[in-house]
């Protein structure tokens, strides 16, 4: 196996390998172990939904504006991700724009659900599209599939793209339970990760119909007009406080148990005046 | 012990046998870098194989493999991954079929035709391609590429099987160039003297002698662009539309499609924790592995055949020289029958007989035109094919530095960020991408360069180069994101290091090393054995030997794989989303368990998750692409000064 | 000498790289069908002015010639001149063996096959006599598929050789052909130079000074990038007129 020239020091050879081996992996997990933070400084970590993040950010950096010696530390990568590090303990809070489900309830039975804002959910499309009042079962339709040109609605004889969110998003959840009425979305939707490509993709597309957080509204889109049966429903924060909009759920965080600590006082933070109103700012519906 | 003769000390001295024991020792610990790769592969595997069985079990796996249908948050899932096989084949041959051409064609270019100053331009410019960040390769993609196929296509949408490919292909193009131009370079300059002297023209010296003699390094840098294409999840998910579907028909490359590096990236960071759908993934990215480890076994065959024939070493060939002629013009002729079987199929009748035209005019031509006229057209293409690659990398440039530019203030580059980075600046996340690609490339390059030497300078193929290599194919093959989870779940959970700048830099680490090791062992392949023999013949130990001579000659090649392993680094963001960022932090770390923010990552939520700030995320796309041009331009003038001393 | 027609002959052919002169002022008739040694010490020019006959000197940057040097009476430096053709005709074997990494048959047929050869029948007629013209068909015909590479050196040269006559050349370079080699594979492929004379005319550079006096009817002896003496092999190494030339040949110098 070996050549010829280094055949007297072989077996010594793979000694020396394996102990270099061990040596570095004892290093490395025993590097590990004494691992902790400044007594001075106090640091959370925040981590989970990217859809609840700038909310969670906004809010944090509001609060260490007047806490100089705290830190939070805020992290986005998805809801799953996020209840997963809260219940591993490697952060404090989870966001998460869904409710935990049961598998999740299941493996970290302590976690305790805290509601800190509400996400109005907006049908959007292109602005030179002339559709812009939808009933819901016409939305439903489309993303079924039963409707696929826009002259159906009304609208120029142009095949509809409906764009929507990944199967693992919360907002795709949500407007699965609360539009689709758990029916099964047309499998040529485009299926895009963020708000901010969808809003992107339905911005560039005139044929285009896709759903965003209402803080995704501007411009470059057009908001679709709900009709609930003959009144004219408008995304906006207003409507979604008197809950007359039909497409809106809770934005979460998770702690594990009760919170305590500088926890416990960024949550409280978030649900005070001041932190509601960093939540409207955000372009979500304060929940006091 | 008597003394044979006049010399002071005899063959046997306690001092040789010290020094034996010091080689064995150094052996030991090239061993012990080249074995890094193997046990990465084999916890990832295992972990994906943890994690992932369980949705084996429950789903089946002939349903899992061979059922259509993916809709895993119905009230009756579905967890068929047939579409995302078929999707993640077609968009990755599809990339490889832009790819390949013109990567080849401008290694060629860069290699053989162009003068000496216009190569030391265009080299580093497309080595800067690779270190775009996939985000923005992703988000060029969703807002300019797409665009521009939905108008020129008059299509409905332009998120396509297409705009994935291209995506890709261009993301793919850096590492075959510049790992087909060492190749090409390598080759020694006899071969192109025989054939000129021959009467041979350049063109005919390229693709007789040439471009055969450096096919094993070719196909080493198609493998591993290859290897990028199949793994690259963020610019791959932004913009093929994302819809598990099989295009229908199979070829309509217009059709939106999902890969299995999409699902994981938008599905894994939102699935419940141990539900189904979360063990599906982990089977996904056991799937997708598997499917690498085919396409690098496969090629290491290849590769071998290659090399056997071109040395002479091999074996007698299974199939006599005429047999083998004869296959092979049976083949062309099969695949001749079958490329206008199927452009029938498509085109109808037109264009099958637009390809016999076609066929039958090249045939005719190049009868009738002289070598020189072939020479002087196949340059023009090569050309137009470099052409092509510089200025996509312009268009990209271009839009990322004039979106970008009225972003960078003083205040930008110096302050923390602040309104969601919709205004302040970004200097934490600049600190921390450097220390993340520093720390990595630490890492990296010792274990990189040594398992190299090792497999290469201290061993002769066997069992254990095989399980090495294999093991580093296999690395090289996982996906980005793979390498995300498995950093959280090993790193930052099991280990413990917690979501930090340490486990940040290893797992960055874990992800170029297959790079690294990979051009390291060409780059020390080479090197002439004259070089060796000639210092161990003087008596010098094989370590000193591989000091002192082997790898200062190798150096130039060793940078060119850190160079593409920085850029890759420096631009990451799915390794790096569960075990090292935070999206804002005000201090700097003070410590390597701290979290940083990072650019790469930084750009992700800007350009996701935060409305109005479309300044700023042009902005630190622009100070990325300055960052990692800057780390490129001290790598490249080092390999530079390299290359000037040493000559052989 | 002066009755013989001139395969090729310079005229104060002077060669710079860069602003380094390799080349000074250098006249010289190679007879036809003779073999023609060029000898001197290392860096005299002797490999350069070989390279000069096929235009190789073109493939360095910077490198720039003045005088002429004509092929049958023709001139070559030229930028009209076809540069492929010429190389057609005036074949050139190299110091280090190189064959292509690919089979024995495939380097023999690599030239005809560049120059529009494309009947099977043709090119194998062609492989067979190159490969007998550089006598070594008969250690070869039975694994003509096997890689080159896999044979020994002299072997490698002698395909090398075979490799530059299936073109047809009508000249052959040699650049220090046995340098690599051992004295068994020398003395084969000195043999072979003798025979190639009949139908070739050849062009020798060598180190080594018996092998000019074995093999060569002509010799010209080099310094300092000059042609210091040219004249009948006998001349050169028994009564040469230059003490430069006596001195080297004795081996007082160099």
Known sequence: MTGSVNKPGFPLTYCVGAAVLLLAITLFVS????????????????????????????????????????????????????????????????????????????????????????????????????????????????????????????????????????????????????????????????????????????????????????????NTVAAVTIDLNGDSVVPNIENIKNKS???????????????????????DFLMSVEGQRIVAEQGFVPVQ | MHRMNDHSSSLSSPAGISRQKKESVITGIWLATALVAVITIILILGFLLKEGLPALLEIGLREFLFEEIWTPTSVEPSYGILSLIIGTILVTLGAMVIAVPLGIGSAIFIAEIAPRSVREAIKPAIELLAGIPSVVYGFFGLVVLTNWLRITFDLSSGAT????????????????????????????????????????????????VIIPAALSGITAAVILGMGRAIGETMAVLMVTGNAAIIPDPLWNILSPVRTLTATLGIEMGEVAIGSTHYHALFAIALVLLLIALIINLSATVILGRIRNAQMGTGKTPFLSHEVKGKVKTVCLWLACILLIGVLTVISGLSGALLLIGAIGAYL????????????????????????LVLFTLFVILFDIVSNGLSAITWEFLTEGPRDLGRSGGIFPAIVGTIYLVVGAIAIALPIGVGAAIYLNEYTIEGKMTKIIRTGNDLLNGTP?????????AFLVIFVGLGVSLLAGQITLALMVLPTIIRTSEEALKSVP???????????????????????????????????LSIGRAAGETAPLLFTAVVFSKRFLPDSVFEPVMALPYHLFILATNVPGADTQKYGTALVLLILVTGIYAVAVLMRKHAQNTVRW | MKQQDNALETKALNLYYGSAQALIDVDIQIPKNQVTALIGPSGCGKSTLLRCFNRMNDLIPDCTISGSILYHGEEITGRSTDVVELRKRIGMVFQQPNPFPKSIYENVIYGPKVHGVRDRKQLDEIAEKSLKGAAIWEEVRERLHDAARGLSGGQQQRLCIARTLSVGPDIILMDEPCSALDPIATAKIENLITELKDEYTVVIVTHNMQQAARVSDYTGFMYMGRLIEFDSTPVIFEKPKEELTENYITGRFG
């Open chain 1, 31 to 218: 590097g590990c172990v004494g691992n902790d933070s400044p007594e001075e400084r106090r640091t959370i970590s925040v981590t989970g939904s990217t859809t609840v993040l700038p909310v969670g950010q906004a809010a944090a950096d509001a609060y260490m504006d007047t806490h100089l010696y705290d830190e939070i530390l805020v992290s986005g990568g998805g809801s799953g991700a996020g209840i997963k590090a809260v219940g591993e303990g490697t952060a404090d809070i989870g966001m998460a724009s869904r409710d935990i489900k049961a598998e999740e309830k299941q493996k970290y039975p302590n976690l305790v659900e805290h509601v800190i804002a509400v996400d109005g959910i907006a049908l959007i499309v292109h602005p030179s599209n002339p559709v812009t009042t939808m009933t819901m079962d016409e939305i439903k339709a489309i993303y079924k599939g039963d409707i696929t040109n826009w002259k159906d609605l009304g609208g120029e004889d142009r095949p509809i793209v409906p764009v929507g969110r990944d199967s693992a998003s919360g907002t795709r959840e949500f407007f699965y339970e609360a539009v689709m009425h758990k029916e099964e979305f047309v499998r040529t939707q485009q299926e895009l990760n963020s708000n901010g490509a969808v809003k992107q993709t339905v911005a560039q597309t005139p044929d285009a119909i896709g759903y965003v957080g209402l803080g995704y509204l501007d």
């Open chain 1, 245 to 267: 909009y039909p497409i809106a759920r809770g934005l979460n965080m998770y702690t594990q148990g009760q919170p305590s600590g500088l926890v416990k006082e960024y949550l």
């Open chain 2, 161 to 208: 099987w297409l705009a994935g490919s291209i995506i890709l292909g261009i993301m793919a193009l850096p590492t075959i160039i510049s790992v087909s131009e060492d190749a090409i370079t390598s080759v020694p300059q006899e071969y192109r003297a025989a054939s000129l002297a021959l009467g041979a023209t350049r063109w005919q010296t390229i693709i007789g």
């Open chain 2, 364 to 387: 005719l031509i190049q009868r009738i035109i002289t070598p020189k006229i072939t020479e002087k057209i196949a340059f023009g293409m090569i050309t137009a094919a470099t052409g």
């Open chain 2, 480 to 488: 980005s994101i793979v390498f995300g989870l498995f950093g959280f």
């Open chain 2, 529 to 563: 054995d004259s070089l060796r023999h000639g210092s161990l013949a003087l008596g010098a130990t094989r370590w000193h030997t591989i000091s002192r001579v082997v790898l200062p000659a190798a150096a130039p090649g060793i940078l060119t794989g850190t160079i």
